[in-house]
């Protein structure tokens, strides 16, 4: 009896390789099936991609400072005996902020008017002595003037005699020897007045400013002593004081420093990367918590710190309610217009200037996963650098479960 063993073993393998083939089949099926995930349409949130006119603007934050700052300063030495305001105080111009004492000064100041008093007295005097002396030369070339006229006189009466034939042409010859003799006199002393009174203007003005030096001297020591009280200067804010009550203070140490309400400047502080597109006079409008302030770029500083560059605004137009120095403010500071940008609505999940990973719709309600470039942000709107085109629409967020997935299916329900 012959049995056959080979035919039945190949229907059994037979057999075998199709099940498996189908359980493969089913399970590759099953795999695919699950690879690409659901989502429903109200899940995710989708933007769509403009493409357009775009004003950028850097968003910087800062502060707002005073326009006008001045320095307290200690014009002479002395000991605070008094303060009159503390930091934070608001002053006008002639409000007092501190008092100096130095009674060294008090006595130096009595002593050199003391001394004005004297070399004005020595003026007056020196100079009613001038006057005597110059009127003593005056009566001089007046007597000589009143000789020349005797002799001149003398001469008339023997020329007269001399036609009638009664005086000598000896007395006539005479007489005009002492005419010509009482010219000469008149002449010199004449000269010699003119510089005598020449010589007493720069001795009478010597002596003058020997008394302006004084009185100049007496006037700086009393704005000195003024000064001793310290003022505001102008009107606006005491933002600092550097001195306690008893210090000693030398000459020209700084005692505080006040700084304006009425008129101030916003510093921003702009990302480094932005600050060589900054253009000088550029718009800026700067806000605070209750109002906002236009303004344009005055300097932009070239030191950067921490990342970051300082950008000197001018304000125009009346400030906010709540402006004052030293307030924290936002700045938005032009930068350039350009046609025809892509850009998106900023929303969380998309960083400016970064490369990420985002899914995009496509046809048959399918997402796919691409990579996207962002630059800067602008009033809300991101700038689209790569990676997208005009009316697509971007899924915003990116959950860690479909990072390794190409392509999800976005279902509209309802």
Do not use: C
């Not at 099953?30 to 991609?49: C, G, K, R, Y």
């Not at 790569?386 to 915003?396: D, R």
């Amino acid at each position: 009896m012959q049995i056959n063993l080979e035919k039945k073993s190949s229907k059994r393998n037979w057999y075998l390789v199709a099940g498996t083939s189908a359980l493969l089949s089913l399970a590759i099926y099953s795999v695919n099936s699950d690879s690409i995930p659901s989502v429903a349409a109200n899940e995710v949130q989708l933007l769509s991609v403009q493409q357009g006119h775009l004003n950028l603007f850097s968003q910087a934050f800062g502060e707002f400072f005073s326009a006008e700052e001045r320095l307290l300063t200690a014009q002479s030495m002395g000991k605070v005996a008094a303060i009159y305001q503390r930091p934070g105080a608001s002053v006008k111009a002639d409000t007092p902020i501190l008092l100096l004492a130095n009674p060294e000064l008090e006595q130096e100041v009595s002593h050199q008017q003391g001394e004005l008093l004297r070399q004005q007295a020595a003026l007056a005097s020196f100079s009613l002595e001038q006057n005597n002396a110059r009127l003593d030369f005056e009566g001089q070339v007046a007597d000589i003037a009143s000789a020349l006229e005797e002799a001149e006189l003398e001469l008339s009466v023997l020329v007269e005699l001399e036609e009638r034939g009664v005086s000598a042409r000896l007395d006539i010859k005479r007489a005009e020897l002492d005419v010509k003799l009482q010219r000469r006199r008149l002449d010199f002393e004449k000269q010699k007045l003119a510089q005598f009174l020449d010589m007493q203007a720069l001795q009478l003005q010597q002596q003058k400013i020997e008394v302006q030096q004084q009185e100049q001297r007496v006037a700086l020591l009393q704005r000195q002593l003024q000064d001793l009280q310290i003022t505001a200067g102008i009107e606006g804010t005491l933002q600092s004081l550097d001195v306690e009550l008893g210090q000693n203070v030398p000459q020209g140490a700084s005692l505080g420093k006040v700084g304006s309400d009425s008129k101030l400047l916003a510093r921003l502080r702009v990302p480094q990367h932005q600050a060589d597109q900054i253009q000088i006079g550029a718009e800026v409008l700067v806000q605070t918590r209750k109002g906002e302030v236009r303004g344009s770029v005055n300097r932009v500083e070239s030191i950067v710190t921490n990342g970051t560059v300082l950008a000197e605004v001018g304000l125009e137009g009346e400030l906010p309610a709540d402006a004052r120095p030293a307030m924290s403010v936002t700045g938005q500071i032009f930068l350039q217009s350009l046609d025809q940008a892509l850009y998106v609505a900023q929303v969380p999940g998309l960083r400016p200037r970064s490369q990420m990973q985002r899914f995009v719709m496509t046809d048959g309600g399918m997402a796919e996963q691409r990579t996207i470039e962002l630059g800067d942000i602008s009033q809300g709107n991101l700038q689209v650098l790569s990676g997208l085109k005009a009316n697509e629409q971007i899924i915003a967020q990116m959950p860690e479960q479909w990072a390794n997935h190409q392509k999800i299916q976005i279902e509209q329900k309802g």
